[in-house]
């Protein structure tokens, strides 16, 4: 499985971005899909999930903000960001991992050993 994002960009505070992460590879079908960011050598933070039956999590802090979904047919995960924070700036992985029946614990408990499969990343850099 290979997983590579694109869309990071650098935008104005206020602004809008989309990223995209498709996937190849991908046999399994029932799995938790998940956004994370990472500001420098911080442990990067799981923000966004959706799962087989597009259940949908959300760290608090982007909340109203952000939104994932999944095209199936295109096999891209997408993360939709609205109002974007200066502290929104950060380099953001795609993450996924068959499951059980799809589950995906509450982001709150998302934990990156859980996850085997990667992107390489895509830089969001907001300006104030």
């Known amino acids: 499985v290979e997983l590579v994002e694109s869309g990071g960009d650098s935008v104005q505070a206020g602004g809008s971005l989309r990223l995209s992460c498709v996937a190849s590879g991908v046999t399994y079908n029932a799995y938790c899909l998940t956004w994370w960011r990472q500001v420098g050598g911080n442990e990067r933070e799981g923000v966004a999930l959706i799962d087989s039956d597009g259940k949908t999590d959300y760290t608090d802090s982007v909340k109203g903000r952000f939104s994932i979904s999944l095209d199936d047919a295109k096999n891209t995960l997408y993360l939709q960001i609205h109002s974007l924070k200066a502290e929104d700036t950060a380099m953001y992985y795609c993450?996924?991992?068959?499951?059980?029946?799809?589950?995906?614990?509450?982001?709150?408990?998302?934990?990156?050993?859980?996850?085997?499969?990667w992107g390489q990343g895509t830089q969001v850099i907001v300006e104030p």
């Open positions: 993450a996924g991992q068959p499951t059980v029946g799809g589950y995906c614990p509450p982001t709150n408990q998302l934990r990156e050993d859980d996850f085997h499969y």
